[in-house]
Nanobody, 124 residues
Framework: QVQLVESGGGLVQAGGSLRLSCAAS????????MGWFRQAPGKEREFVAA????????QYLDSVKGRFTISRDNAKNTVLLQMNSLKPEDTAVYYC?????????????????WGQGTQVTVSS
């Protein structure tokens, strides 16, 4: 079992930055690939970024490449999403997810554990 708790969301002006953090419980955290997803009102949950168990492999949604960076610290059971140059279209609830595999996926259904989400609002 893995429990995930996100933090770091908030209200920011366009062009600003936020850093989301996901704290995970469980001694096997390092064996899980981790992902960040987001869901805007009236839209389906969307892949944002993912990272492999070791941190060596990462993948991003095209629209966030060069602006967002995912990282992990297995010693601290933490995954971060650094978001720079934020745009109003980045507004959504952001979710952290853990996949019971060392390798990441872009598909929400392939993740086994989810956090409760944290709201990110970018004003224009």
């Amino acid at each position: 079992q893995v429990q995930l708790v996100e933090s770091g969301g908030g209200l920011v002006q366009a062009g600003g930055s936020l850093r989301l953090s996901c704290a995970a419980s469980g001694r096997t955290f390092s064996s899980y690939a981790m992902g960040w997803f987001r869901q805007a009102p009236g839209k389906e949950r969307e892949f944002v970024a993912a990272i492999s168990w070791s941190g060596a492999g990462t993948q991003y949604l095209d629209s966030v490449k060069g602006r967002f960076t995912i990282s992990r610290d297995n010693a601290k059971n933490t995954v971060l999403l650094q978001m720079n140059s934020l745009k109003p279209e980045d507004t959504a609830v952001y979710y952290c997810a853990a996949r019971g595999s060392p390798y990441y996926s872009m598909y929400p259904k392939e993740y086994d554990y989810w956090g409760q989400g944290t709201q990110v609002t970018v004003s224009s």
